[in-house]
């Protein structure tokens, strides 16, 4: 898919690959995304670093840890409170309730 990006004055074009998004004003590359009938989560995995903050204080018990990188695994449980982004030291979540 091809895209227009708008920097500085200027427009930029760039093929995008799977996965690739512009997440907080920034382009990423990999970002995981998650979806349940109310919600959407993305993990941007070039910023998890795996410590897990978010894994430990989700109320609903949303998150767990694969291969070093959080997964919303149980995204039917979330209660839409906005903890893990706010606990993220990383800022790699996005979650489509707390904007
Ligand atoms: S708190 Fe952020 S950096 Fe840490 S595991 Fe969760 S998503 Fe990754
Ligand atoms: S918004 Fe709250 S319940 Fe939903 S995944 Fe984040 S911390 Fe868990």
Redesign the pocket.
Known sequence: MLWKIRSGGDNIDAGFAAGTRIMKGRLTMNVKTWKSDAVTIE?DYD?????????DQCPGEV?E?TGG??VAAYIDQCIECCTCVA??P?E??VHSSCE
């Open positions: 993990v910023k998890c670093t795996g410590h897990a903050m978010c894994v998150y840890l990188k959080a606990v993220c990383e790699a979540i």
